[in-house]
């Protein structure tokens, strides 16, 4: 996997960023952005090119599933593989996630473990059918 | 029989309408309607329900609900309000702070890390050298993991956070209900607190069903995620 991937890290929890950040950092990702919530990160988005995006759903402006949408609806971002990490365990989330095109979905709290296992799985299935 | 029943039904409607003026801030005194029910009716039941009412209304007075309310709303929410955001900022600035310093400890772990491998070459004793790269490779370890713990901040802020827009509605009604109370009374239908619109349910809390991340996984599998 390419370790210089550019990665775009959307919470509006500034701890949980620096985390996600740390995480990322350990598993050898430094080419990782911040945004504090869809709004943000949108345009981020289009402006420049990220390989991966791992955000939280419950944000105010921009929620996690809007910006999932919004990406998936948007040509030049339909492809960009969303990873999501929140707190929201229930059953109708995780679904209508999937159903929005999730690639992999993490509860809050989470470790290193569960983080790096799901970025494999994620960067293993898009080797698989590219 | 029949005209007792009647009478009791005309006074029921005297009396409501005079709590209704009583509450919406009118006159003490017994509307004309029902001071004539009073006189014209000799029976000693209707003067002591007149008189629980009219007691009623004092014992309402001088409790002072009014102020009590006025104060709950205009000082002792807003100063509720304010103590949960600052415990989300403390909380906030305090995981800063120990990340900041598993930051540096990182850099010493680092340094140790190097020593040691610089000494493993030179020393008399290389598995001294092993084992300290041993210490250090665990040390950086565990500064992962204490990083990673501070996620607590995110998830009680979350929690805090909801409780904070739930006291806000609760201002907003209570403020909405004394202006009510002030001024023209206002239709039962303006004064109901916001529904919760079909919001997030937030990170889990004990007793409350939700899925693990084994759970979830199960779930995606299923989906094909």
Redesign the interface.
């Known amino acids: 996997m390419d370790k210089n991937m550019r990665i775009l890290v959307v919470d509006d929890f500034s701890t949980m960023r620096r985390i996600v950040r740390n995480l990322l950092g350990d598993l050898g990702y430094v080419n990782v952005s911040e945004a504090d919530d869809g709004k943000t990160a949108w345009p981020m988005l289009q402006t420049s090119h990220f390989d991966f995006v791992i955000t939280d759903w419950n944000m105010p402006g921009m929620t996690g599933i809007e910006l999932l949408r919004t990406i998936r609806a948007d040509a030049r971002t339909a492809k960009t593989p969303v990873l999501m990490v929140t707190a929201e365990a229930q059953r109708e989330q995780i679904i209508e996630a999937a159903q929005a095109g999730v690639n992999g979905y993490i509860i809050k709290p989470f470790n290193a473990v569960t983080l790096k296992e799901k970025i494999d799985k994620i960067f293993q299935r898009i080797g698989e059918t590219a | 029989m029949a005209e007792i029943r009647n009478d009791r039904s005309v006074l029921i409607e005297a009396l409501k309408a005079w709590l209704e003026r009583l509450e919406s801030g009118g006159s003490i005194d017994a509307p004309p309607a029902l001071a004539e029910l009073l006189q014209s009716a000799d029976h000693a039941f209707y003067r002591q329900v007149a008189e629980l009412t009219r007691r009623l209304h004092t014992a309402v007075v001088e409790l002072r609900l009014d102020e009590r309310l006025n104060r709950l709303a205009g000082d002792c929410i807003p100063d509720a309000r304010l103590r949960l955001q600052h415990v989300v900022a403390m909380t906030?600035a305090a995981?800063?702070r120990t990340?900041d310093l598993?930051d540096q400890m990182r850099g010493v772990a680092q340094h140790v890390a190097a020593t040691a491998a610089r000494l493993g070459g030179t020393t008399a004793d290389p598995a001294l050298a092993t084992a300290l790269l041993g210490d250090a490779a665990s040390l950086r370890d565990k500064l992962?993991?204490l990083?990673?713990a501070?996620?607590?901040?995110?998830?009680t802020?979350?929690i805090i956070k909801r409780i904070i827009a739930l006291v806000e509605e609760v201002e907003r009604a209570l403020l909405d209900l004394l202006g009510a109370h002030a001024g023209t009374l206002k239709p039962a239908a303006a004064l109901p607190i916001a529904e919760g619109k079909a919001e997030?349910?937030?990170?889990?809390m004990p007793g409350q069903a939700?899925?693990?991340?084994q759970?979830?996984d199960a779930?995606?599998a299923s989906?094909?995620?």
């Open positions: 906030e995981a800063h990340l598993v992962s993991e990083a990673t501070q996620e607590y901040q995110d998830l802020g979350q997030l349910a937030g990170p889990a939700s899925a693990s991340q759970d979830a779930l995606l989906l094909g995620v």
